[in-house]
């Protein structure tokens, strides 16, 4: 029998111990075990952010146990939650605030739904502040040896799972309304368009296209990668994960356009 | 035979390729060995921040070797060492300025002591400025492997471990005068007052209370966690280290407070 | 039959979870396989800073897999290469681009190499931004597990790796005119002389030196390590990958001297 590989996205950042307190419980725990961090990088308690992340990096890494921890409701009355998946038989653990409705989306929701708060697993005195360490880390380990969600927390409706509110876009034949769902490091922002509803809109690839954000228009292509514009030049592509995003080559489109979180940008050919 | 697991904490930072070359040289050394990562954010030089992290974080790991380098003194006269703790036979390797002896004051108190400077394991030539590399990883990695303390060093008495000064908190029945010794990257503020000696203290749970720094009071709770105060109010609580801390729900204590490291705080009941 | 060991360099940082995903790659097509991330914190974008980490680090790394990213010109007609070097047969993937060269070069240079932007192994459909989750990482996983080069891409001419541009210093009996390559995060200065460069010149150990910047003359020692000069004293060094280097005592030669990459420092005995 071998163990479940495991994976573990977080907020914790690189600064304190939180995320390596964490791997240490879980190499004690499971010490065949291995464990893949995602990031720890995840901005302070955005959940959406979170959700994203972890919804688009799981289908690269082998199903296993997926421990994610943004949870900026700690010790208050959100529930602490194990779920397998309907598909792939994928283990997600976290809170349950919304963080892991879209990968249990992603694959076929959630066929079975532990609450964990009183878990024979977690690590007594549970603290009101560490869950990571406490609750979701040795569950986790768990699940990567083997035990059964059962045995693991009060079996509760998978229905009930919280899910993530995401704005709507507007594709029409004269552009498209799409709004910021994310940054990266990079300066490359996420718009809220997935490949099927772009390939329903109006931009053509290779096309100029016009940019609009609180009524300033930007001229830019709508490319496949950054190296078909010139140096500073703005584009509109599909990212890695499929889904529309603007960004600058050589540069920054989140500086260029300082865009907020959830804004409004129009897209339209000219 | 398994190899022992370990574990790495230090202010190398993310930036640089210093913990990398470190972890390299461990697997190279212990190809078969597990390492967990427990932070490498600790504030550079800030031997005392290390070392209360490191004391806090090893009891949620597996009894192993526990790498620590926070350094300000490589190639100075500060001692390169390897400790056996009394209780766990728990190994500690870095060097001599304190780091090491909460952590190892945590287990029992250092039971065998090494001064690996010139160790047979070390690499050759070893740098003046990256022991990390040059001395404490390749020591580590034999330890591992089971090598004995004595054939990695010389033998000295493990009374002569450096100890460390941590501000001591006057506690009476009209308050509690705090010192700030940490930070994390949420804002909360870390004091030196236990959970024995906050028990031993005036502060009542749910209880209103007054914060006062540098003649300024702020109004606080003393509450069991953020979700217990409304959104940007002030709380002190008990950490998942329990020892008292101060928080903002969703905000920063510290810049709220704007408190420096080792800074008086009074905690009263109001 | 064992995997070989991996390692890992790239420009991705930390907030995102790219450097994570192609670990999740990695880990899902070679579930034994052992990983060491060297450091994901090179500048965005600067190859030249990626490829001098990854010529030191790979020295005290096992022979392996060495995966390294800093990729500016993804998408773009640059091409993905795996290579074999003539010492120790280690396999270094990545970018065409400079970034492997030096790495080659320390190890007898490239005795075999494929082009592996069709390879079998890649992730389909490859996105044009993230070459390192969909062509990188995979053949990396391939390599590990024993696969040849030959069954990954096509095999192309070892001379055609893409060198990269380093300044020349100038050494002479009056001082060394060198040359800033690189910083790392204590604010110390990696200047272009070797060790053996080094020796040659006028510059002895224990001595004082001038160094002068932009017209402007510091006062420094040439000293073995930062102890043996006063606190926010300036030194010059051999540093731990044995070329000369600037640093201040706990501080930060990079802020005192203002120095820009590539700027010239003239270093003279006084």
Redesign the interface.
């Known amino acids: 029998v071998t163990t479940r590989?495991l994976?573990f996205?977080s907020d914790y950042?690189?600064?304190?111990?939180?995320?390596?307190?964490c791997?240490?419980?879980i190499?004690?725990a499971a010490?065949a075990s291995?464990l893949?961090?995602?990031?720890?990088?995840i901005l302070?308690?955005d959940i959406r952010a979170g959700a994203i992340?972890l919804e688009?990096?799981l289908p690269?890494?082998?199903p296993g146990v997926h421990l994610a921890v943004v949870d900026?409701?700690?010790?208050?009355?959100r529930r602490a939650v194990a779920i397998r998946t309907a598909a792939e038989d994928r283990f997600l653990v976290g809170p349950d605030n919304g963080l892991l409705s879209p990968a249990a989306a992603r694959f076929g929701g959630a066929a079975e739904m532990v609450d964990i708060s009183l878990s024979p697993a977690r690590?007594e005195p549970v603290?009101?502040?560490?869950h990571g360490?406490?609750l979701f880390a040795p569950v986790a380990a768990r699940i990567a040896l083997g035990d059964q969600l059962a045995d693991l927390g009060e079996t509760v409706d998978p229905a009930g799972l919280i899910g993530i509110e995401l704005p709507e876009p507007k594709i029409s034949p004269e552009g498209i309304i799409a709004h910021v769902i994310g940054f990266?490091?990079?300066g490359n922002l996420s718009l809220n368009v997935s490949h099927e509803q772009l390939v329903a809109g109006p931009l053509r690839l290779g096309a100029p296209i016009a940019v609009e954000i609180r009524g300033e228009v930007h001229e830019a292509a709508f490319a496949?990668?950054?190296?078909?514009v010139p140096i500073g030049a703005l584009l509109a592509?599909?990212?890695?994960s499929?889904t529309l995003a603007l960004a600058v080559n050589?540069g920054s489109a989140a500086d260029l356009l300082g865009a907020g979180l959830d804004e409004a940008i129009t897209l339209r050919p000219r």
Chains 1, 2, 3 share one sequence.
């Open positions: 590989p994976t996205l950042g690189y600064e304190d111990e939180f995320a390596g307190v791997r240490g419980v190499a004690a010490p291995s893949v961090d995602l990031t720890h990088g302070r308690g992340v688009r990096s690269f890494c082998a900026p409701g700690v010790g208050g009355d690590l603290s009101a502040t560490f360490r406490d990266d490091a990079f496949r990668t950054y190296a078909e592509y599909e990212d890695s499929r050589s």
